[in-house]
């Protein structure tokens, strides 16, 4: 979607932005103080619980600590906000185009299953001021300019290339019906229509402010997709529907059970012969306990409330007790991120 920002507003987002490349060399001396107390991997207790108490401790007086936790708690405050002040900018002239693109052949309905569920309520994802429903144009402020203007500036890697390349786990390209799970601004599903041109896309989420941007995505493109605002956990139609049930990074912002339980819907909606595949944050398992610690210190300060239960679910074992075969859960191309787990269902 093209539009220009003001200046101010631009400016705003891309300082919040660059502050986190200003931040990444005290990682590197927090990471010293750390080592300076003795603390690596054999000295750090296995329990994560009283290792961020051996690392909190010693960081207690640590400069770069303080630093760190203060740059991290002024963005992760201030992004929402600075990102609904720059769109507010230029409201008054891209409303009107919003609202035309809410005209199209993409559709929106309510799930016929559960709509929303308490835990989309324990706290604002990611931190973004209000939450995913905060502003009534929160979908274009968190698909245009905090993923876009914000979080992909600094990157590493091309955010929006990992929705595609996920794909490329799947064993088919002959897809006739897909449903994901956690459409939110429709960054995923622009993937999913461009490589599987020929399926049709169905999708859910419990925000509707998201989904009313995913629906002008469509709409721009010319794309018909099936939009429902709901989780993923009891939709609601009938089963055997599908052919591919997918996700992209929405497991850690669920509690496990709730990932569990989409995984047996999952198998539930599939046709005989279909195929799940679900991707998320790096496993907690195949990570050292340093690299632990600093993923659960971005789930702390980035508003992340159910990630360390997400990142320590065996994702493999949850895909064979829903019922999925020839089950993989692994990192694409060998690496720890983006991680998946791939299922079918027997014939």
């Known amino acids: 979607m093209e539009f220009q920002l003001k200046q101010?507003?631009?400016?705003?987002?891309?300082?919040?932005?660059?502050?986190?490349?200003?931040?990444?060399?005290?990682?590197?001396?927090?990471?010293?103080?750390?080592?300076?107390?003795?603390?690596?991997?054999?000295?750090?207790?296995?329990?994560?619980?009283?290792?961020?108490?051996?690392?909190?401790?010693?960081?207690?007086?640590?400069?770069?600590?303080?630093?760190?936790?203060?740059?991290?708690?002024?963005?992760?405050?201030?992004?929402?906000?600075?990102?609904?002040?720059?769109?507010?900018e230029i409201q008054a002239e891209l409303e009107p185009r919003l609202k035309a693109l809410s005209e199209g052949p993409t559709t929106i309905e309510p799930l016929p299953g559960e709509k929303r569920?308490?835990?989309?309520?324990?706290?604002?994802?990611?931190?973004?001021?209000?939450?995913?429903?905060?502003?009534?144009?929160?979908?274009?402020?968190?698909?245009?300019l905090i993923h876009k203007e914000y979080v992909a500036r600094n990157y590493p890697g091309d955010i929006f290339a990992q929705r595609r390349q996920i794909l490329s786990a799947l064993p088919r390209r002959d897809?006739?019906?897909?449903?994901?799970?956690?459409?939110?601004?429709?960054?995923?599903?622009?993937?999913?229509?461009?490589?599987?041109?020929?399926?049709?896309?169905?999708?859910?989420?419990?925000?509707?402010?998201?989904?009313?941007?995913?629906?002008?995505v469509a709409n721009e493109h010319g794309w018909r997709w099936r939009l429902f605002v709901g989780s993923g956990e009891k939709t609601g139609f009938d089963g055997g529907q599908f052919d591919l049930v997918t996700s992209y990074i929405v497991l850690h912002e669920i509690p496990a059970d709730a990932a569990r339980a989409q995984l047996r819907e999952a198998f539930r909606l599939l046709q005989p012969g279909g195929d799940v595949l679900f991707s998320d944050v790096s496993r907690y398992a195949v990570l050292d306990k340093k690299a632990v610690f600093w993923a659960e210190y971005g789930a702390v300060h980035g508003g992340e409330p159910f990630w360390r239960e997400a990142a320590s679910l065996e994702l493999a074992e949850a895909a064979r007790e829903a019922g999925f075969v020839n089950v993989r859960s692994e990192a694409l191309g060998g690496g720890i991120y983006p991680w998946y787990v791939y299922g079918h269902k027997p014939e």
Do not use: K
């Open 175 to 216: 897809y006739r019906r897909v449903f994901e799970i956690g459409t939110s601004s429709g960054h995923y599903t622009q993937q999913i229509q461009r490589e599987f041109p020929q399926a049709e896309i169905w999708g859910c989420d419990p925000s509707p402010r998201m989904l009313e941007h995913a629906q002008r």
């Open 117 to 144: 569920p308490a835990y989309f309520d324990v706290a604002w994802i990611h931190r973004t001021t209000g939450g995913w429903d905060g502003h009534p144009y929160q979908g274009f402020i968190h698909g245009e």
């Open 8 to 88: 101010r507003g631009r400016a705003a987002l891309h300082f919040l932005s660059d502050l986190a490349v200003q931040a990444a060399p005290l990682r590197a001396r927090v990471d010293a103080d750390i080592a300076a107390h003795g603390l690596n991997e054999s000295t750090l207790a296995d329990d994560l619980d009283e290792r961020l108490r051996q690392v909190d401790a010693a960081l207690a007086d640590s400069p770069a600590a303080m630093a760190m936790a203060a740059l991290g708690e002024f963005s992760g405050v201030q992004h929402g906000r600075v990102a609904a002040a720059a769109f507010e």
